[in-house]
């Protein structure tokens, strides 16, 4: 995604409606988020309009690759909450990625094996169909 490349080297910049059309998450999406957690409270200008600097969007590129993996909303919560407790936490969000990690693996796994028996339906019926038209060929 690379969404900190769409920031500049001043800090913090962009609005909610700029980061969602970074990150295709709407801005209600991105309060929620906020509202729920996920991410810290975002800098404000005067106005108390949001303001998004590099490292928000660098932190919303993670867990948007943790929800594109199936991981819940509540462990995205509790790694948010590790996460914001600082460094004393990392063996476990360490734990808590591996845990996704291997999870992830075995869902992997059960998709390419899933893959593989639609494979062989597709030829199993490509062959009937194949026989039929050759049954019907005088």
Request: charge should be neutral.
């Amino acid at each position: 995604m690379g969404m900190e490349k769409a920031l500049t080297q001043q800090e913090p910049s962009l609005t909610i409606t700029q980061v969602s059309q970074i990150t295709r998450l709407s801005a209600d999406t991105l309060r929620y988020y906020e509202k729920a957690g996920l991410i810290e409270r975002v800098g404000r200008t005067t106005g108390n309009q949001r303001r998004y600097a590099s490292a928000d969007l660098a932190w919303l590129e993670f867990l948007l690759r943790l929800r594109e993996t199936g991981m819940s909303i509540d462990d995205m919560k509790r790694f948010a909450r590790l996460r914001a407790a600082g460094d004393t936490t990392i063996s476990d969000r360490i734990a808590i990625l591996r845990d996704h990690s291997d999870g992830l693996a075995e869902h992997i796994r059960a998709l390419q094996q899933n893959a593989l028996a639609l494979d062989d339906k597709i030829n199993h019926y490509e062959q009937l169909l194949n026989t039929q038209q050759k049954e019907v060929r005088p």
